[in-house]
């Protein structure tokens, strides 16, 4: 009788144990940014939460020592997505902006990804249809990605109509 | 394109390339890129792959004295220009310098640039302790930072001092090329624009086109076509490295 009076209180006390950490998390957490581009991770949340260093070390390896360039775990691509560019009015100020650092710094990880990574992606990010090289020039001059579109339409347009482009 | 009714094939293919790569800003307005658009020679998904050889050929007779637009290009590529402002110049790091030489009986002087030569056999890969210092399949030369302790054992074998350490903490890295306090670093042959298909910054921005850049391997490559018609040296081919990168005219 006294037995399973105390088997029936186990469940009970762990129910305890275990809601307590995710109560106390619910408040304190820190305060991570948004993503500033997609919907969805690469992979489900809890799964990115849990596993990220281990596709990330993963993909290093593959990435250098092999050639195997694929974006799905790169840490290059992660920063697409979770940190905005310099400039940008979204860019981290301090370190408790930055999507890896805000939560690092909570849970006390020091890692070494950003002595040599860049922190943040760079407007001309090599993917981008605007960046070519024979674009880098006027791009100089231009400044901004948003005039330049503007200026080739405009020339498109000039050309368009005195017929130099068929 | 018009005017050339005997379009080759992989002519044909890169234009296609290029037509893909315009972008419609608005309905019936296309802008076009203004260089040739890159396409990988193989899927992001494979490996490297020793089929191939990347390879330069330098021709010393193009390269002009004086000009450094290769140095300026790669520098501001991988963004080791002015990431050292602490340093001496002998300690700032230097992926690529021109050297000129002169023969001391003519007087007759040539110019050439020096970087990683990225050998067959590379000196810096037997050394290294920790297998940092590596080769790729295809025949690039790298150091994986990762594992990179910075004990400068493979500057030491490097019979070309192509390699540099990084003496100070840096910020602001380009994206594509990160680079870090306490490891060694050297030409890369530009890895990152290969594997997108483009050709590496100081072959692209050469005035003169003195430096040809292209797969060793393949013998229907324009770099492989001129070594097969030109003469061209390994520097210190007495060492039996056999270096990726060859010159012409010294």
Not at chain 2, 12 to 30: E, M, Q, R, S, Y
Not at chain 2, 63 to 87: F, I, R
Not at chain 2, 118 to 130: I, K, S, W
Not at chain 2, 132 to 160: E, Q
Request: aromatic content about 4%; some cysteine; glycine content about 8%.
């Amino acid at each position: 009788m006294r037995i399973s009076k105390l088997l029936q209180m186990v469940p009970a006390a762990l129910a305890l144990t275990l809601s307590a950490p995710a109560l106390a998390g619910d408040g304190a957490g820190p305060e991570v940014p948004k993503a500033i581009k997609g919907e969805e991770c690469v992979e489900p949340t809890s799964d990115m939460r849990r596993n990220h260093m281990e596709y990330l070390k993963h993909h290093r390896d593959e990435a250098l020592r092999e050639g195997i360039r694929t974006k799905q775990y790169s840490l290059k691509q992660c920063l697409e997505c979770h940190v905005a560019p310099e400039g940008d009015p979204q860019a981290p100020q301090d370190s408790s902006e930055h999507f890896c650092m805000a939560c690092h710094e909570y849970a006390g990880v020091t890692i070494d990804c950003f002595q040599c990574h860049a922190t943040q992606p760079k407007e001309t990010a090599s993917f981008h249809p605007l960046v070519t090289p024979g674009m880098k020039a006027i791009k100089d001059q231009a400044g901004r990605s948003g005039e330049l579109l503007n200026q080739f339409a405009e020339s498109h347009a000039s050309k368009t109509r005195t017929g130099a482009i068929q | 394109m018009s005017e050339d009714t005997n379009l080759k094939r992989r002519e044909f293919i890169g234009n296609g390339a290029k037509l893909a790569a315009g972008l419609t800003i608005a309905p019936g307005v296309v802008v076009y890129g203004l260089s040739e658009a890159s396409v990988p020679d193989r899927p992001a998904e494979e490996p490297a792959s020793s089929e191939r050889r990347w390879g330069m050929l330098v021709d010393s007779n193009k390269c002009a004295t004086g000009c450094d637009k290769c140095v300026t290009a790669c520098g501001e590529e991988n963004g080791w220009d002015d990431s050292e402002p602490n340093s001496s110049p002998e300690q700032k790091a230097q992926w690529i310098r021109k050297v000129e030489l002169r023969h001391k009986g003519t007087g007759k002087s040539h110019s050439l640039p020096m970087m990683c030569q990225h050998c067959e056999n590379p000196p810096c890969v037997d050394v290294c302790p920790t297998n940092a210092s590596m080769k790729r399949a295809d025949g690039i030369v790298l150091v994986d930072r990762h594992r990179c302790i910075g004990c400068r054992y493979c500057m030491m074998a490097c019979p070309y001092k192509a390699r540099s350490f990084i003496h100070e903490t840096l910020t602001d890295q380009e994206p594509h090329m990160p680079r870090g306090k306490g490891t060694v670093e050297s030409c890369t042959m530009c890895v990152h624009r290969v594997d997108e298909g483009r050709e590496p910054a100081c072959v692209e921005e050469c005035p003169e086109q003195a430096i040809l850049f292209g797969d060793l391997n393949d013998p229907d490559s324009a770099i492989a076509q001129a070594l097969t018609r030109y003469d061209s040296t390994a520097v210190r081919e007495d060492l039996g490295l056999n270096p990726g990168v060859r010159y012409r005219g010294i």
